[in-house]
T-cell receptor, first 112, second 112 residues
């Protein structure tokens, strides 16, 4: 079955550490996105990529980094520069001229 | 002012009730209108989409778009406890890789 796989489902990080969230899709979608979801704030776009080896900052990119070396993969690194990293992170993808996004099941990151 | 406004609720209804969920928007360029359902600790899943104005029905769900008023609705008939979730409205322009703008989501609880 085609879809988006995010791993891990839960992640704990110590303050000062970088951590990488995985996102893989087998939908043959060109575009991929990372969102952060916090209670009362809705979905906020972190980074997006429309093509391999190219990506753009979203609304809240500070403290995050991404790479897009393969069409299927779009990992997100939460760096120690991110002041409030505890959140639910969602990866999504879309195809050209298709409406809407397909989302993964999310990764809940907690800083301890 | 946000591009998309949605009441976060929570909205509690008895089983069997008709539920009305709504969003308003300000961007006239929006052409595609979507509703996502998100269960707790899961990624959003696309429930319905509508292109431009009009109604669309799928089982117990009806999506309505009024572009003249910049107002969209989702109706759920004969609501079930399994409908308890957060419902996000979303909208985008037409063609290519259009950015999707999301509402904050309305939390719905259907009480048995």
């Amino acid at each position: 079955d085609g879809g988006i796989t995010q791993s891990p489902k839960y992640l704990f990080r110590k303050e000062g550490q970088n951590v990488t969230l995985s996102c893989e899709q087998n939908l043959n979608h060109d575009a991929m996105y990372w969102y952060r979801q916090d209670p009362g704030q809705g979905l906020r776009l972190i980074y997006y990529s429309q093509i391999v080896n190219d990506f753009q900052k979203g609304d809240i990119a500070e403290g995050y980094s991404v790479s897009r070396e393969k069409k299927e993969s779009f990992p997100l690194t939460v760096t120690s520069a991110q002041k409030n990293p505890t959140a639910f992170y969602l990866c999504a993808s879309s195809g050209q001229n298709l409406y809407g996004y397909t989302f993964g099941s999310g990764t809940r990151l907690t800083v301890v | 002012q946000k591009e998309v406004e949605q009441d976060p609720g929570p909205l509690s209804v008895p089983e069997g009730a008709i539920v009305s969920l709504n969003c308003t928007y300000s961007n006239s360029a929006f052409q595609y209108f979507m509703w996502y359902r998100q269960y707790s600790r899961k990624g959003p899943e696309l429930l319905m989409y509508t292109y431009s104005s009009g109604n669309k029905e799928d089982g117990r769900f009806t999506a309505q778009v009024d572009k003249s008023s910049k107002y969209i609705s989702l109706f759920i008939r004969d609501s079930q406890p399994s409908d308890s979730a957060t419902y996000l409205c979303a909208m985008s322009g037409r063609g290519g890789y259009q950015k999707v703008t999301f509402g904050i989501g309305t939390k719905l609880q259907v009480i048995p």
